[in-house]
């Protein structure tokens, strides 16, 4: 028999790749190495990796299953690129991982919850029958039955199985989610300075008739006085009072004549839970969420775990227990078990101990090791889950395969940044290949290849401007991002003499989560930076007690459980602006989004006798594609596959019908402009101030390479949060405060000299900037940091240092201090 050689690559060949922006490129990339792809936004870098790599490769993987798995899996249409060869199967990290269900925790996502269970059933302390406790032993792992020693009962262990939340496990109050809802009192009344005559009794406003008030006073309340008058009694009848029957006489309105009718009283609190027993839709839970609150199960307290389930304890500890301690608690307990146990049954300890042991290394080197095992994954953000999929990518040991990621510097501090270059090490080292789209300087130089798009966004990019290793770049005339990689920013020296010289913003909370008790000055009118490495405690601060705090005292609502006090003179607006995605519907367009569409329907009807500016609307109005009803695509209903989406064959896209083609403005059609990008119709929109106005804060915002039609739930969370601002801009003035979560996210070094100058022009208009930020190169730049830490979970939340960035560098005990 001949042996066949079979011809091996070492790279990837793509010939003609014409996907979205790319300019018909031709590339070769290396395989079983670790390659980024730089260039700024809208280069082309996703179309490529995701658009190209990814799509080609997952479409193979695909075509190697079976039909039955193919029809659970969105269809991948072949990439537009003439020929792409060696291209291995692909897996994608993806940016933002969905949001996992409620039963899913920290431990089950990462399987580390599989081996404590083993570990668990195998080798605790179990409870006979009659409650005594029975010595571990190896009968257990054999499969026999235990016997008591005292009353010699024969009984099974729990199975790994019976040991599950999401299974035979579970807790039948809760069924397994540690969660139960209840009404909270502290929103029934949120103004006391009302009469119920006036309104006081929210849940009677929204979820009851108007009458209950009458009902209510014929129980003996006086409605007509503010209700912080009432005595205790009476009160104690507006939250709780029995359901009776009670007589009043209705009047209805425009009407004379007086009705005798037998009403039951609601109290406040019945009032909610019978509309929480009645909700029918997503509307519905809306208005009766905001009475209620979720605590934690009184039966299991929140484990999540049956009595029974609970009931083992391994070297000392329920499984509950083991899950509430941080992963690195976890695992020095985890290593000390077999010592524990009867020598014939350490062996087989240490297989399990070993599998849990490679697992959490890799979690605690992607900097993961402060979350607790029954964390709820719904909780985590999305960098966290993004580095829980790699860790679990890595468990996997697959081999051949093609890893694309994309941007998983998101949320990671740089001192994370070597636990995620381990992780693409130990990838490449397992045989497959890495492809990863960041800007971060720190993670590219790590890379041993870079293919640099550009040179510029949308139309002005889709080339390769430049590739090789990162130390080649730097020498390279053509890269932009060269430069970027040889040199560091330097710390702006500011004066911190007047840092609060416009005023002070001073949040006082308790305790919460492992953040500690915490006393914040934030200065006004300036830009502030909070720092720190992951789970240190940042995000618990501002999005969870700064941001509601303000929110709640600007609408005289009560403040956040955890939250003392807020002092906040002189400001009326926050705003939260974040990377989340903007709708998710394919009718929400960016000029729909940024109100230009409004003004250009207007001006098009002027044009015409024929047609108002409603007409012109592709949600609604006559001028709309009759054939894909204005979404510009339809679904093509593939037999065996799920619903493929394809661009209208009537209208292209252009989601108007040929009639709209005919109405012009400057020798141009709506549809037309709607399908230029925002750049080159600020060209054609000069003399329409408005539009004009708009576009250009879009265009410098560094969106100008967007088209106008392009659908607001594909765009990137960096576009989506620039876009949003864009909305923003024009209400920065002194009583409002900006709050950014991530801001760099997706941006190239050069965007965030951008978004730098944005910030800058947002506090000379007066307003104060509040950023929560891992990128080095912005703190560098703030007037004011303040670093939360020093670690992660009960190593951290605290505030280590606060003051200007020089003075954070000099802070010993700061993490962040060190790389600046
Ligand atoms: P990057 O990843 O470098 O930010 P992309 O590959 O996402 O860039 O985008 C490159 C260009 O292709 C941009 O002009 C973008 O607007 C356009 N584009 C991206 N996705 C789509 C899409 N689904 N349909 C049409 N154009 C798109
Ligand atoms: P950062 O934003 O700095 O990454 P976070 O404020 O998200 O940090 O987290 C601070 C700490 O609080 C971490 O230990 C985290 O695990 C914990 N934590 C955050 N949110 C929750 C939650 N919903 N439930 C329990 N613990 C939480
Ligand atoms: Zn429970
Ligand atoms: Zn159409």
Not at 313 to 330: N, R, Y
Not at 562 to 572: F, N, P, T
Request: aromatic share 4%; proline share 5%; charged share 20%.
């Amino acid at each position: 028999m001949s042996v066949q050689k079979r011809k091996t690559c070492d790279h990837i060949e793509i010939r003609g790749a014409k996907v979205h922006n790319l300019k018909n490129i031709d590339l070769d990339i290396p395989l079983h190495q670790i390659v980024g792809i730089a260039g700024v936004s809208g280069s082309g870098k996703s179309s490529l990796a995701l658009g190209i790599l990814y799509a080609e490769g997952s479409r193979r993987y695909l075509e190697s299953l079976s039909t039955y798995t193919r029809r659970r899996m969105t269809q991948a249409s072949q990439a537009a690129v003439d020929e792409i060869l060696y291209v291995p199967a692909a897996l994608a990290l993806r940016q933002r991982p969905a949001i996992p269900g409620i039963r899913s925790t920290f431990g089950t996502a990462t399987e580390l919850l599989n081996s404590l269970r083993l570990l668990v059933s195998r080798c605790a302390h179990h409870v006979c029958p009659n409650g005594h406790v029975v010595e571990p032993s190896l009968a257990v792992a054999a499969g026999q039955e235990l016997i008591c020693p005292v009353c010699h009962t024969h009984f099974m262990a729990p199975s790994a199985e019976e040991l599950a939340f999401n299974s035979q496990g579970a807790c039948s109050h809760c069924h397994g989610t540690g969660k139960v809802q209840s009404v909270d009192l502290k929103t029934l009344i949120p103004n006391e300075d009302l009469s119920i005559d006036e309104g006081a009794v929210a849940p009677w406003n929204s979820l009851m008739w108007s009458l209950m008030k009458d009902v209510c006073r014929e129980m003996g309340v006086r409605t007509d006085i503010p209700f912080k008058e009432l005595s205790k009694k009476e009160k104690e009848i507006v939250y709780f009072g029995k359901p009776v029957k009670k007589h009043i006489l209705y009047q209805p309105k425009n009407s004379d004549t007086v009705t005798p009718l037998d009403f039951t009283y609601y109290s406040a609190v019945h009032t909610v839970e019978n509309a929480l027993a009645k909700v029918k839709d997503e509307k519905g839970m809306k208005r009766v969420e905001k009475f209620l609150k979720e605590e934690d199960c009184p039966a299991c307290h929140g484990t999540r775990l049956s009595d029974a389930a609970r009931a083992p304890k391994c070297a000392g500890l329920s499984l509950d227990e083991i899950c509430q301690m941080s992963l690195a608690d976890a695992l020095k307990w985890v290593h000390h078990v077999p010592s524990t146990l009867p020598e014939e049954m350490r062996p087989m300890a240490w297989r399990i101990v070993e599998s849990f042991e490679s697992v959490a290394r890799r979690l605690m080197d992607l900097g993961l090791g402060y979350l607790s095992l029954d964390r709820a994954s719904n909780t985590l953000s999305t960098g966290e889950r993004q580095r829980m999929q790699l860790a679990r990518a890595v468990r996997n040991r697959t081999t051949g395969v093609l890893y694309v990621l994309d941007e998983p510097s998101i949320g990671l501090h740089p001192s994370n940044a070597k636990g995620l270059a381990g992780v693409m090490d130990d990838l490449v080292q397992d045989g497959n290949s890495v492809i990863v789209v960041d800007h971060d300087t720190g993670i590219l130089k790590k890379t041993d290849w870079i293919v640099e798009m550009g040179p510029q966004a949308g139309s002005q990019g889709g080339q390769v401007i430049a590739q090789g290793t990162p130390e080649a770049l730097c020498q390279n005339p053509n890269s932009i991002i060269g430069p970027f990689l040889k040199t560091e920013s330097q710390i702006q020296r500011k004066d911190n003499t007047n840092l609060f010289d416009q005023g002070t913003i001073t949040l006082s909370t308790n305790a919460i989560h492992t953040v500690k008790p915490l006393e914040v000055r934030i200065p006004k009118g300036k830009l502030s930076v909070v720092s720190g490495v992951s789970g240190s405690g940042k995000t618990t601060l501002i999005l969870e007690s700064l941001v509601p705090a303000l929110e709640a005292s600007l609408k005289k609502l009560p403040l956040p459980d955890h939250v003392k006090r807020i002092e906040a003179l002189g400001i009326s607006h926050i705003k939260l602006i974040d990377a989340s995605p903007i709708g998710i519907n394919v009718r929400s367009t960016v000029a729909t989004y940024a109100n230009v569409h409004d003004e250009l329907r207007k001006i098009f009807a002027k044009q015409t006798k024929d047609y108002k500016a409603g007409d012109f609307s592709y949600n609604t109005g006559k001028l709309r594609c009759p054939v894909c009803d204005g979404t510009g695509q339809i679904a093509l209903d593939v037999q065996f596959l799920a619903d493929v989406q394809i661009p209208c064959p009537e209208c292209h896209g252009s989601r108007y019908s040929k009639q709209a083609e005919t109405i012009r403005y400057h020798d141009l059609s709506l549809p037309q402009l709607m399908a230029m990008d925002i750049d080159t119709a600020l060209k054609h929109c000069q003399d329409l101030k408005k539009v004009q106005e708009r576009l250009e804060i879009l265009s410098q915002l560094g969106l100008g390479y967007l088209t106008l039609a392009e659908q607001t739930p594909s765009l990137s969370g960096g576009e989506a949060q620039r876009l949003k601002l864009a909305s923003e801009m024009k209400k920065a003035q002194h009583d409002s405060i900006f709050v950014f979560d991530e801001p760099t996210i997706g941006l190239h070094p050069l965007d965030v000299q951008v978004l730098m100058k944005i910030f800058a022009s947002l506090i000379q208009q007066g307003a104060t900037v509040i950023v929560i930020e891992h990128d080095l190169d912005v703190i560098r730049q703030a007037d004011y940091v303040i670093d939360m830490g020093p670690g992660g979970g009960q190593e951290g939340g605290r505030i280590v240092a606060c003051g200007t960035p020089e003075q954070i560098k000099n802070a010993s005990e700061s993490i962040t201090g060190k790389y600046l």
